[in-house]
């Protein structure tokens, strides 16, 4: 398996996130190989490789000569199976590819991580967040096996880091939205007040979060990161406060979320990847009520 020096692999490449990971790589003038269970059309120069993410030898090969992996090959929430398939599944994948990446010399590794990881947005205890706005450092909580094997990856982040100084950067996002997706949220948030409290309201909309790993993949000085990426406001017309003040009576807001703010804080992004989100559907073409 031979490819251009400096290429990008992503793994994922045929879900949603990955296909607009792909192809914002390739505007931006990037050599791109994919790697997915399953093919998907791709634009055009990139090769796809059609095979299971779970082992790395088989992943040495098409890692080898790669400048950046980005790693989106996941069952991507607690709906795709049992607790056990999903925790097992994402846990080896991710192990795999941190394995395969450290041992051909592959500078940095950006993978998906998630905001389960806090323990508000599912499981069967409904919990509010200990303050407001959300960054890196609030306590995570799992309460399933998806939001577990997202801790999970991030611990294996780390390890990696540590043992053979591998660069990587995990970001954390909430519900990942195409403006129509993110209507209908909004439609049934305005029908059924509080209906999105424990996702917090808030969304990242697909392109603003490909530009967010493209952005992680090139940022300099990262050793082991977790970044937290979100749009800069929320799915409802009810201020955030009021919202917070309404559902989440005990989250302690620790600074001014003025309007319609976005309760997560994604100041580290924006100092250190200098990324920052561009969409809001409040300036997208609405849809009929």
Known sequence: MIQRQDAVVVTGSAGRLGRAVVEHLVAAGEEVVGVDRVAAPMPPGVRVYTMPIAHPGALRPVFRGARAIIHLAAMPNPRTGPGHTIYTTNTAATYAVLDAAAAEGVPRVVTASSGSVLGISGGPRELSPLYAPLDEAHPVRPQDGYALSKQADEA??????????????????????????LWERIRRERAEPGFLRRGLWAYVEVHDLARAFAAAMAAEGIGWEVF???????????PTEELLRRHHPDTVIRRPLPGHASVWDVGKA?????????????ESERAPA
């Open 156 to 181: 294996a982040c780390a390890m990696f880091h540590r043992a053979t100084g591998l660069s990587v950067a995990a970001l954390r996002f909430p519900a990942i939205g195409t403006p129509e997706l």
């Open 228 to 238: 937290a990426v979100a749009a800069a406001d929320t799915l409802s017309e009810v």
């Open 270 to 282: 924006a100092r250190v990847l200098g990324w920052r989100p561009e969409f809001t559907w409040r």
